[in-house]
């Protein structure tokens, strides 16, 4: 049948080339160019329907053709951009835009996070007061309404030596990042010392095991190394930096921070070494953790003053801050970094989290002074 269609085609091209040269003629064009663009398509008429390959060789060339139209080229799949773009879309859920309101709507998923409700005992009940102080006055704009919510009472302190269980990673509503359920392996522990909240790091999971030594190292926790407050962060940077590497203090100085410097444990500044992340830090030796606490957030230590006294440690914002080397701090960075590139998808959800509609004060007055 191909066969048969070929040879009526090669047939048919000399009266279809004779028709055109007709057309050409009663176009109102002149005759010089309606000569010279006759013969010229005249001349790709008859070389294209002279040269027909036949059918097998058509379809040899038209697979060649299809395998060099799939070909993959520098912007398709498998470029970096693409694989960013690939790791993007995992890491967020989206929503089918069945309705206006999750058109834009963006999650980071989370599927670690614990979906009960949060440990009776370690909560209280959020008294909201829209934004307003004792005389009932409005002294913070913006903020009204929500869903109902409970604190979770957060361990910024880190008080208790010894090993702590992850039980399980939860979602607070009263913060950006995450929060780990903790229970105390000491059989006698009792009340709120066996279980707490602290504040997630990021790659904290349940079944891992977090420990506090902000009250120093226990004796023989390392063999050969015995805490001292005396030696400080560059009295022990300069024992990690020794030539004898293989003298017993130096290698008790390596299994300590092998032990001790790991994600979740909190340890005084004067025992981390340079250039480790650190969230959770505290501006007090007897104090609670303030700066670097929030989703995302790192800091990192920058030096050991030689008197022994203060640390450099550098914030996200580039200032570095002395802090006192006995102050604690908890290693690694804060957990849920994404929770910055999350979107709402409509302003429905900003209510449900007490956020009221902010107008711009400019846009309050009607009229314009110049």
Same mark, same amino acid.
């Given at each position: ?6 040879? *009526?085609v ?15 003629? @009663? ?6 160019f ?24 058509r ?33 967020? $859920?989206?929503?089918? %835009?069945?309705? %206006?309101?999750?058109? @834009?709507?963006?999650? %980071? ?5 614990? !979906? ?31 869903? $109902?919510? *409970? ?10 030596? /010894? %090993? @702590? &269980? ?16 903790? !229970? ?8 709120? !010392? ?22 120093g190292?226990?004796? /023989? ?17 300069q ?22 410097? $790991? ?6 500044l004067?025992?981390?070494?340079i ?33 022994? !006294? ?15 080397? &006995? ?19 409509k ?10 509609? @902010? ?7 009607r009229?314009?002074?110049?």
């Open positions: 049948m191909v066969a048969s269609r070929d040879k *009526r090669r047939a048919e091209a000399p009266k279809a080339c004779s028709a055109l040269t007709a057309n050409c003629q @009663h176009l109102a064009v002149p005759r010089m309606a000569a010279r663009c006759g013969a010229n398509l005249l001349r790709s008429c008859f070389s294209s329907l002279t040269n027909i390959p036949p059918a097998s060789t379809s040899t060339l038209l697979s060649k053709t299809s395998a060099f139209a799939s070909r993959n080229y520098a912007t398709e799949a498998g470029t970096e951009v693409n694989a960013a773009l690939a790791r993007t879309s995992v890491l967020y $859920k989206t929503y089918k %835009p069945v309705s %206006p309101g999750i058109r @834009h709507l963006k999650r %980071p998923l989370a599927p670690h996070l614990w !979906k009960g409700r949060p440990l009776r005992m370690l909560t209280v009940a959020l008294r909201k007061k829209g934004g307003r102080n004792s005389h009932g006055r409005i002294t913070v704009r913006s903020r009204g309404g929500g869903h $109902k919510r *409970r604190i979770r009472l957060v361990d910024f302190m880190r008080t208790e030596p /010894g %090993p @702590h &269980d992850v039980v399980r990673i939860e979602y607070d509503p009263n913060r950006s990042a995450h929060i780990a359920l903790l !229970k105390n392996r000491d059989p006698n522990a009792s009340g709120d !010392k066996v279980w707490s909240y602290i504040l997630a790091c990021e790659g904290l999971r349940a079944g891992q095991v977090v420990q506090s030594f902000r009250q190292i226990p004796e /023989g926790f390392v063999s050969g190394f015995r805490d001292s407050k005396d030696v400080r962060g560059i009295a022990l940077q024992q990690s930096d020794d030539s004898q590497s293989t003298s017993t203090a130096s290698l008790a100085l390596g299994m300590l921070r092998q032990k001790t410097v $790991k994600p979740g444990n909190v340890l005084p004067r025992l981390i070494p250039g480790t992340i650190i969230h959770n830090i505290a501006l007090d030796p007897q104090g609670r953790a303030i700066l670097v606490r929030s989703a995302g957030t790192f800091a990192q230590v920058v030096t050991h003053e030689e008197s022994g !006294k203060y640390s450099h440690v550098r914030l996200q914002s580039g200032e570095v801050r002395k802090v006192l080397q &006995d102050c604690a701090a908890t290693i690694g960075k804060v957990s849920n970094p994404l929770w910055k590139n999350r979107n709402l998808g302003a429905g959800r900003a209510r449900w989290l007490g956020r009221r509609p @902010h107008v711009r004060g400019m846009a309050m007055n009229y314009v002074i110049n």
